[in-house]
Protein backbone atom coordinates (compact mmCIF):
# COMPACT_ATOMS: atom_id res chain seq x y z
CA UNK A 1 0.00 0.00 0.00
CA UNK A 2 1.18 3.30 -0.95
CA UNK A 3 0.85 6.72 0.50
CA UNK A 4 -0.91 9.50 -1.29
CA UNK A 5 0.84 12.57 -2.53
CA UNK A 6 -1.44 15.05 -1.69
CA UNK A 7 -2.73 16.17 2.03
CA UNK A 8 -5.58 14.21 2.79
CA UNK A 9 -8.52 15.35 4.75
CA UNK A 10 -10.24 12.89 6.52
CA UNK A 11 -13.95 13.40 6.95
CA UNK A 12 -16.94 12.64 4.75
CA UNK A 13 -17.21 14.31 1.24
CA UNK A 14 -20.70 15.82 0.59
CA UNK A 15 -20.86 14.98 -2.85
CA UNK A 16 -20.90 11.45 -2.40
CA UNK A 17 -24.19 11.73 -0.14
CA UNK A 18 -26.42 11.85 -3.84
CA UNK A 19 -24.75 8.58 -4.73
CA UNK A 20 -25.44 6.67 -1.36
CA UNK A 21 -29.47 7.56 -1.39
CA UNK A 22 -29.54 4.67 -4.21
CA UNK A 23 -32.84 4.66 -5.71
CA UNK A 24 -33.87 0.72 -5.76
CA UNK A 25 -35.26 -0.30 -8.70
CA UNK A 26 -36.59 -3.66 -7.93
CA UNK A 27 -40.35 -4.12 -9.37
CA UNK A 28 -42.33 -5.06 -6.85
CA UNK A 29 -44.98 -6.04 -9.40
CA UNK A 30 -42.65 -8.60 -10.85
CA UNK A 31 -41.79 -9.56 -7.76
CA UNK A 32 -45.52 -10.52 -6.53
CA UNK A 33 -45.73 -11.94 -9.90
CA UNK A 34 -43.02 -14.40 -9.52
CA UNK A 35 -43.89 -14.97 -5.97
CA UNK A 36 -47.71 -15.83 -6.41
CA UNK A 37 -47.08 -17.92 -10.22
CA UNK A 38 -45.78 -21.37 -8.89
CA UNK A 39 -49.29 -21.45 -6.93
CA UNK A 40 -50.94 -21.10 -10.60
CA UNK A 41 -48.66 -23.94 -12.04
CA UNK A 42 -48.99 -26.65 -9.25
CA UNK A 43 -53.05 -26.05 -10.31
CA UNK A 44 -51.84 -25.89 -13.98
CA UNK A 45 -50.10 -28.96 -13.89
CA UNK A 46 -52.86 -30.92 -12.38
CA UNK A 47 -55.23 -29.74 -14.76
CA UNK A 48 -53.45 -30.91 -16.93
CA UNK A 49 -52.34 -34.59 -15.42
CA UNK A 50 -56.10 -35.20 -15.13
CA UNK A 51 -57.12 -34.06 -19.05
CA UNK A 52 -54.43 -36.15 -20.38
CA UNK A 53 -54.94 -39.07 -18.22
CA UNK A 54 -58.80 -38.80 -18.43
CA UNK A 55 -58.56 -38.56 -22.51
CA UNK A 56 -56.06 -40.93 -22.93
CA UNK A 57 -55.99 -43.88 -20.36
CA UNK A 58 -57.02 -47.19 -21.99
CA UNK A 59 -56.74 -50.21 -19.83
CA UNK A 60 -52.86 -49.91 -18.19
CA UNK A 61 -51.34 -47.82 -20.53
CA UNK A 62 -51.49 -44.16 -21.24
CA UNK A 63 -52.00 -43.79 -25.57
CA UNK A 64 -50.91 -40.25 -26.30
CA UNK A 65 -50.06 -39.81 -29.30
CA UNK A 66 -49.35 -35.71 -28.97
CA UNK A 67 -45.43 -36.24 -29.32
CA UNK A 68 -45.13 -32.35 -29.19
CA UNK A 69 -47.00 -31.66 -26.25
CA UNK A 70 -44.73 -34.25 -24.20
CA UNK A 71 -41.81 -31.95 -25.58
CA UNK A 72 -42.92 -28.90 -25.00
CA UNK A 73 -44.15 -30.06 -21.02
CA UNK A 74 -40.48 -31.79 -21.01
CA UNK A 75 -38.78 -27.76 -21.63
CA UNK A 76 -41.46 -25.97 -19.76
CA UNK A 77 -40.27 -28.56 -16.45
CA UNK A 78 -36.59 -27.66 -17.30
CA UNK A 79 -36.75 -24.28 -17.39
CA UNK A 80 -39.42 -23.42 -15.30
CA UNK A 81 -37.40 -23.10 -12.13
CA UNK A 82 -34.30 -21.71 -14.07
CA UNK A 83 -36.91 -18.89 -15.12
CA UNK A 84 -38.15 -17.85 -11.27
CA UNK A 85 -34.91 -18.12 -10.39
CA UNK A 86 -33.66 -15.61 -12.63
CA UNK A 87 -36.17 -13.46 -12.30
CA UNK A 88 -36.03 -13.49 -8.60
CA UNK A 89 -32.51 -13.20 -8.41
CA UNK A 90 -32.17 -10.52 -11.63
CA UNK A 91 -35.25 -8.37 -9.30
CA UNK A 92 -33.75 -8.59 -6.16
CA UNK A 93 -30.11 -8.46 -6.84
CA UNK A 94 -30.80 -5.29 -9.42
CA UNK A 95 -28.80 -7.67 -12.01
CA UNK A 96 -29.74 -7.11 -15.41
CA UNK A 97 -28.25 -9.93 -17.19
CA UNK A 98 -30.34 -12.25 -14.71
CA UNK A 99 -33.53 -10.23 -15.67
CA UNK A 100 -32.62 -10.55 -19.89
CA UNK A 101 -32.23 -13.98 -18.93
CA UNK A 102 -35.87 -14.16 -17.87
CA UNK A 103 -37.31 -12.68 -20.22
CA UNK A 104 -35.83 -14.49 -23.05
CA UNK A 105 -37.39 -17.57 -21.03
CA UNK A 106 -40.79 -16.40 -21.21
CA UNK A 107 -40.47 -16.01 -24.60
CA UNK A 108 -39.01 -19.62 -25.25
CA UNK A 109 -40.02 -22.21 -24.26
CA UNK A 110 -42.52 -20.69 -21.99
CA UNK A 111 -44.32 -18.98 -24.31
CA UNK A 112 -44.56 -21.56 -26.79
CA UNK A 113 -45.70 -24.06 -24.76
CA UNK A 114 -48.76 -21.92 -23.35
CA UNK A 115 -49.49 -20.98 -27.36
CA UNK A 116 -49.62 -24.41 -28.21
CA UNK A 117 -51.72 -25.49 -25.45
CA UNK A 118 -54.45 -22.87 -26.87
CA UNK A 119 -53.95 -24.02 -29.99
CA UNK A 120 -51.83 -26.93 -31.43
CA UNK A 121 -53.17 -30.00 -28.76
CA UNK A 122 -55.75 -32.47 -29.65
CA UNK A 123 -59.30 -32.76 -27.96
CA UNK A 124 -59.82 -28.99 -26.94
CA UNK A 125 -62.66 -27.98 -25.01
CA UNK A 126 -63.74 -24.84 -23.39
CA UNK A 127 -61.77 -25.97 -20.29
CA UNK A 128 -58.78 -25.86 -22.08
CA UNK A 129 -59.21 -22.71 -23.85
CA UNK A 130 -60.25 -20.83 -20.46
CA UNK A 131 -57.02 -22.51 -18.42
CA UNK A 132 -54.69 -21.74 -21.43
CA UNK A 133 -56.10 -18.01 -21.98
CA UNK A 134 -55.13 -17.50 -18.23
CA UNK A 135 -51.84 -18.68 -18.20
CA UNK A 136 -50.76 -16.78 -21.11
CA UNK A 137 -52.18 -13.86 -19.75
CA UNK A 138 -49.79 -14.53 -16.89
CA UNK A 139 -47.18 -15.34 -18.85
CA UNK A 140 -47.58 -11.86 -20.83
CA UNK A 141 -47.69 -9.85 -17.78
CA UNK A 142 -44.45 -11.61 -16.36
CA UNK A 143 -42.69 -10.65 -19.79
CA UNK A 144 -44.15 -7.66 -20.16
CA UNK A 145 -42.87 -6.80 -16.40
CA UNK A 146 -39.68 -8.42 -17.08
CA UNK A 147 -39.04 -5.90 -19.94
CA UNK A 148 -40.06 -2.70 -18.13
CA UNK A 149 -37.59 -3.94 -15.16
CA UNK A 150 -35.14 -4.43 -17.67
CA UNK A 151 -35.08 -0.52 -19.10
CA UNK A 152 -35.73 1.08 -16.18
CA UNK A 153 -32.93 -1.16 -14.06
CA UNK A 154 -30.97 -0.42 -16.75
CA UNK A 155 -31.41 3.31 -17.24
CA UNK A 156 -30.98 3.78 -13.20
CA UNK A 157 -28.15 1.98 -12.85
CA UNK A 158 -26.40 3.57 -16.07
CA UNK A 159 -27.13 6.90 -14.49
CA UNK A 160 -25.64 6.34 -11.58
CA UNK A 161 -22.69 4.88 -12.46
CA UNK A 162 -22.20 7.91 -14.86
CA UNK A 163 -22.70 10.40 -11.42
CA UNK A 164 -19.87 8.42 -9.77
CA UNK A 165 -17.49 8.46 -12.26
CA UNK A 166 -18.03 12.29 -12.95
CA UNK A 167 -17.71 13.04 -8.89
CA UNK A 168 -14.78 10.35 -9.10
CA UNK A 169 -13.20 12.08 -11.76
CA UNK A 170 -13.77 16.03 -10.17
CA UNK A 171 -11.93 15.11 -6.89
CA UNK A 172 -8.67 13.96 -9.39
CA UNK A 173 -9.22 17.82 -11.13
CA UNK A 174 -9.29 19.09 -8.18
CA UNK A 175 -6.36 17.27 -6.92
CA UNK A 176 -4.34 18.33 -10.01
CA UNK A 177 -5.61 21.82 -9.85
CA UNK A 178 -4.13 22.43 -6.30
CA UNK A 179 -0.83 20.86 -7.19
CA UNK A 180 -0.94 23.27 -10.53
CA UNK A 181 -0.85 20.70 -12.93
CA UNK A 182 -3.60 21.22 -16.06
CA UNK A 183 -5.72 23.97 -17.64
CA UNK A 184 -8.49 25.95 -15.51
CA UNK A 185 -11.10 25.48 -18.00
Known sequence: MTLPLHPVQPGFDPRLRNLADRKIVSNVFLQQLLFYRPYFDVGW??????????????GLTLNDNDIVRTIFFLFWFITEP??????????????????????????FPQ???????????FRRNARTKAVQIVALALQFLDLGAGIYTVFSMYRKQKRQYYLF???????????RMAAGIGSQR
Open 45 to 58: LLFWAVFIFSNYWE
Open 82 to 107: IRYYAGMYGNLQENVPWLIMFVLLCI
Open 111 to 121: MGTHLYLLVGT
Open 165 to 175: EYVLNQRARER
